[in-house]
């Protein structure tokens, strides 16, 4: 009898797991049909509320202004203000070269427009002294005018001979004609200096370019930074003999950077300017999302541009799908609050819900452009020496 109740009591634990596994083998099917089901509305729920209206790639990067910082003149390197992860601001020297030759030259060009100066001052003393010659001259011939005529009447008198008469008429045309020899003076005089000041005189403005030159030349073996940034790719070195054109560093500002998304070109069709596009980058990662808006789109594909565009011309050709760059902005206070840098990968997602735009630019959008004021004040000492220098000889 007890071995009878021991087996039952053994037994019970078994038959009771035989009856949990069966009722999960009956449960089972319907709760996975059921979460597949689940999975299957909700990805169809989100398809049709956004997933349709987002165009997404992974192939995109941070692109940005390379500005390459080069020498105007040529000469040897004395001074670099500036190395690889530097900031520099925009107009600060960041090579200095070898001045010496210039000076000399700017010495040169100065005492030139002094001597030019001066030169001009007795051209316009020239035309006081031939004036008054001039007037010299025109008493001369109303003497002899009146001497011609008083001998006139004492010939009628005959008090004296007709010999003297005609001393008296060749004075006077002598006087006449050294008159006109003073009023061609006069003119030539006045020609040199025309109806313009000192400092307008074709010779000084002449001398005043050469100044110029010379000054400018001076001021260009300074070499600033063409904009703000970070110093990038230096290859220049102290005692280096540089050519003007020679690129000599890089300046990258990190203010201004966009994307360029490359696109898949079945993924262009519903792609248009001014849409809205979440970004998020491998350095903060998803948590860090950066807003940016659609502002153009390459005229060509990446490999129509390519160093050795692909020749599809020929018998062995394979269909590849090409992508092309989508130029993205972003936004310039979140940039600014997570710095990027030229050349990290996005995670790019374009909100092409709104499809009413154009999906190239056209003759009225507006294009991105860029100037630097850092050259533009080039002139302005030399214009201030050039004045000194004709002030002090005038």
Do not use: C
Not at 22 to 47: C, E, F, K, N, Y
Not at 85 to 94: E, H
Not at 370 to 386: G, K, M
Request: hydrophobic share 45%; proline share 3%; glycine share 6%.
């Amino acid at each position: 009898m007890n071995a009878e109740i021991d087996t039952q009591q053994t037994m019970t634990p078994a038959v009771k797991s035989a009856d949990q596994q069966t009722w999960r083998s009956r449960l089972a099917p319907p709760l996975s049909i059921a979460v597949v089901a689940i999975v299957l509305i909700g990805a169809v729920l989100w398809w049709l509320l956004a997933g349709q209206y987002r165009e997404t790639t992974e192939d995109a990067y941070v692109d940005g202004n390379v500005v390459a910082v080069t020498a105007q003149v040529g000469g040897v390197v004395t001074a670099i203000g500036a190395d690889n992860t530097d900031y520099v601001n925009a107009g600060s020297n960041v090579v200095t070269l070898d001045d010496t030759d210039a000076r000399l030259a700017l010495a040169r060009a100065e005492a030139q427009l002094a001597r030019a100066v001066r030169q001009v001052r007795a051209q316009y003393a020239s035309v006081g002294q031939t004036r008054a010659n001039l007037q010299l001259h025109e008493v001369d011939l109303s003497k002899a005018k009146a001497d011609l005529a008083r001998r006139r009447e004492l010939l009628a008198s005959g008090a004296i001979s007709g010999e003297e008469v005609k001393h008296a008429q060749d004075a006077v045309r002598a006087a006449s004609a050294g008159l006109d020899v003073a009023t061609q003076q006069l003119a030539g005089s006045r020609a040199l200096i025309g109806s313009t000041t000192v400092a307008a005189n074709p010779d000084v403005l002449a001398a005043s370019s050469q100044v110029r030159d010379a000054w400018v030349a001076v001021y260009r073996t300074g070499v600033p930074a063409p904009v703000a940034g970070i110093v990038t790719k230096r290859n220049v070195q102290l005692g280096q003999r540089i050519s003007p054109g020679i690129s000599l560093m890089s300046v990258v500002p990190l203010d201004h950077l966009w994307v360029n998304a490359n696109f898949k070109e079945s993924q262009l069709r519903h792609i248009r300017l001014g849409q809205k596009v979440d970004l998020a980058t491998d350095v903060y990662g998803d948590d860090i999302v950066y807003h940016g808006t659609v502002v153009g789109q390459e005229p060509g594909t990446g490999s129509a541009f390519s160093l050795l565009p692909a020749q599809n011309a020929t018998g062995n050709w394979i269909k590849v799908v090409q992508r092309v760059p989508v130029r993205v902005a972003l936004d310039p206070q979140e940039v600014e609050k997570h710095p990027l840098q030229v050349g990290l990968s996005m995670k790019v997602s374009v909100s092409t819900r709104q499809r009413d735009g154009s999906r190239l630019v056209v003759a009225t959008s507006h294009d991105h452009g860029y100037r630097t004021d850092v050259f533009a004040n080039e002139l302005v000492s030399a214009d201030a020496a050039v004045a000194k220098i004709v002030a002090d000889n005038q």
